[in-house]
């Protein structure tokens, strides 16, 4: 009872009822599509004739027939909207044009806060654990700042950890960020990034094929994971242990044709196991941005900035002396003290200073390491 080809989209309050459903996919969907011709004749179907079309279960076809709530979806989108969202359907001139790499599982509907440019197709990927160490952050807003600096959209899941050390990096550069999540876009997730979810729609966009009001399940989270990967050129994995979700955005960029990159960890690290390994399936090696920008380099032709980076901020004599004693990973007030021969007030003053310039981070319980 099926048809071929792909039917151009109608736009309508039928189409969003299909896409707020909790048990149809965009590949059911579109076959549904197919063999009624519009989602509102998919509505007037009878179960048998439903039946006929693949994937539609008993269950699903129940929600199709037995659907009523018309004012209540109404409603619902109204709210959305009067929250500064936006409904953005595949075939808008907007829709992220990577995504129809995804073929039929591309998302007929977006929910979107923020803005969505036709230079965000020019996108980096960076995900990771959500137990991260300190070296895993800095080494990820390291990078997302510098792919940012150039022009790049940092796309990441806004959870906990790296993720948000990415957003943070892109943001901190002036650069271009997107959050794709795994609930709807009404359902803050982790809680603590409330305030991240302003500051990446306006530097970017937040995005979620989840309707309003979806908390964030884990079975959301692997199909959050394949428009990660389905929106970027390649994905930067930071810091994942094995059988991570971080991995499978990372099986996903394979299946998608698109470029794996990992950050070497520490071996002694559960949560470095999973990029060890997949540098030793033949992930490309990142220690800096360059690595990136190098790889994805034939496509980006004509694109990257020639130079977006901030000159290097000035320091005295004496901070460099303090900086002298850093590197990328955390050292206590104390420790720089007794290396630097100074007292600890002096030097909290001085490294207050290089924070402030932004030469250095300040981790919990007074540790500090390079920017």
Same mark, same amino acid.
């Given at each position: 009872?099926?048809?071929?080809?792909?039917?151009?989209? &109608?736009?309508?309050?039928?189409?969003?009822?299909?896409?707020?459903?909790?048990?149809?996919?965009?590949?059911?969907?579109?076959?549904?599509?197919?063999?009624?011709?519009?989602?509102? *004749?998919?509505?007037?179907?009878?179960? /048998?004739?439903?039946?006929?079309?693949?994937?539609?279960?008993?269950?699903?076809?129940?929600?199709?027939?037995?659907?009523?709530?018309? *004012?209540?979806?109404?409603?619902?989108?109204?709210?959305?909207?009067?929250?500064?969202?936006?409904?953005?359907?595949?075939?808008?001139?907007?829709?992220?044009?990577?995504?129809?790499?995804?073929? &039929?599982?591309?998302?007929?509907?977006?929910?979107?806060?923020?803005?969505?440019?036709?230079?965000?197709?020019?996108?980096?990927?960076?995900?990771?654990?959500?137990?991260?160490?300190?070296?895993?952050?800095?080494?990820?807003?390291?990078?997302?700042?510098?792919?940012?600096?150039?022009?790049?959209?940092?796309?990441?899941?806004?959870?906990?950890?790296?993720?948000?050390?990415?957003?943070?990096?892109?943001?901190? /550069?002036?650069?271009?960020?997107?959050?794709?999540?795994?609930?709807?876009? *009404?359902?803050?997730?982790?809680?603590?990034?409330?305030?991240?979810?302003?500051?990446?729609?306006?530097?970017? /966009?937040?995005?979620?094929?989840?309707?309003?009001?979806?908390?964030?399940?884990?079975?959301?989270?692997?199909?959050?994971?394949?428009?990660?990967?389905?929106?970027?050129?390649?994905?930067?994995?930071?810091?994942?242990?094995?059988?991570?979700?971080?991995?499978?955005?990372?099986?996903?960029?394979?299946?998608?044709? @698109?470029?794996?990159?990992?950050?070497?960890?520490?071996?002694?690290?559960?949560?470095?196991?999973?990029?060890?390994?997949?540098? @030793?399936?033949? /992930?490309?090696?990142?220690?800096?941005?360059?690595?990136?920008?190098? &790889?994805?380099?034939?496509?980006?032709?004509?694109?990257?900035?020639?130079?977006?980076?901030?000159?290097?901020?000035?320091?005295?004599?004496?901070?460099?002396?303090?900086?002298?004693?850093?590197?990328?990973?955390?050292?206590?007030? *104390?420790?720089?003290?007794?290396?630097?021969?100074?007292?600890?007030?002096?030097?909290?003053?001085?490294?207050?200073?290089?924070?402030?310039?932004?030469?250095?981070?300040?981790? &919990?319980?007074?540790?500090?390491?390079?920017?």
């Amino acid at each position: 009872m099926e048809h071929g080809g792909e039917l151009p989209i &109608e736009r309508d309050i039928h189409l969003i009822a299909l896409c707020f459903s909790p048990h149809l996919g965009p590949v059911t969907i579109r076959r549904l599509l197919r063999a009624f011709g519009s989602a509102e *004749d998919v509505f007037r179907a009878r179960p /048998a004739d439903l039946f006929g079309v693949t994937g539609i279960s008993q269950k699903r076809s129940r929600w199709i027939t037995g659907f009523r709530d018309w *004012d209540g979806l109404m409603k619902t989108i109204e709210k959305a909207e009067s929250d500064g969202n936006r409904l953005v359907f595949h075939g808008d001139p907007e829709y992220p044009g990577a995504m129809g790499e995804l073929g &039929e599982d591309a998302p007929l509907l977006l929910f979107v806060k923020g803005t969505l440019v036709e230079e965000d197709r020019f996108a980096v990927a960076m995900v990771g654990s959500r137990k991260s160490s300190d070296y895993g952050e800095a080494v990820t807003a390291k990078i997302s700042a510098r792919l940012a600096g150039v022009g790049m959209t940092v796309i990441s899941g806004m959870a906990r950890g790296i993720d948000t050390a990415a957003h943070r990096g892109a943001i901190k /550069a002036g650069g271009r960020t997107m959050a794709v999540l795994g609930c709807g876009l *009404d359902v803050v997730y982790p809680p603590e990034n409330r305030g991240l979810v302003d500051k990446i729609a306006a530097s970017g /966009a937040v995005i979620s094929e989840f309707p309003p009001g979806t908390p964030p399940l884990r079975e959301n989270f692997p199909r959050r994971n394949r428009l990660i990967s389905g929106m970027s050129l390649g994905v930067i994995v930071v810091e994942a242990a094995p059988r991570s979700g971080s991995l499978i955005t990372a099986k996903h960029a394979l299946e998608q044709g @698109k470029e794996v990159f990992a950050v070497p960890g520490n071996i002694m690290s559960e949560t470095s196991a999973g990029t060890n390994d997949l540098l @030793k399936q033949g /992930a490309k090696l990142v220690t800096s941005a360059d690595d990136v920008l190098e &790889e994805l380099a034939p496509v980006l032709k004509g694109f990257i900035k020639s130079s977006s980076a901030a000159p290097a901020p000035e320091v005295t004599e004496e901070e460099k002396t303090l900086c002298d004693l850093l590197s990328g990973e955390p050292v206590h007030v *104390d420790e720089i003290a007794r290396r630097s021969g100074r007292q600890v007030a002096a030097v909290l003053a001085t490294l207050l200073g290089l924070e402030l310039k932004g030469v250095i981070r300040q981790m &919990e319980g007074k540790r500090f390491l390079l920017a």
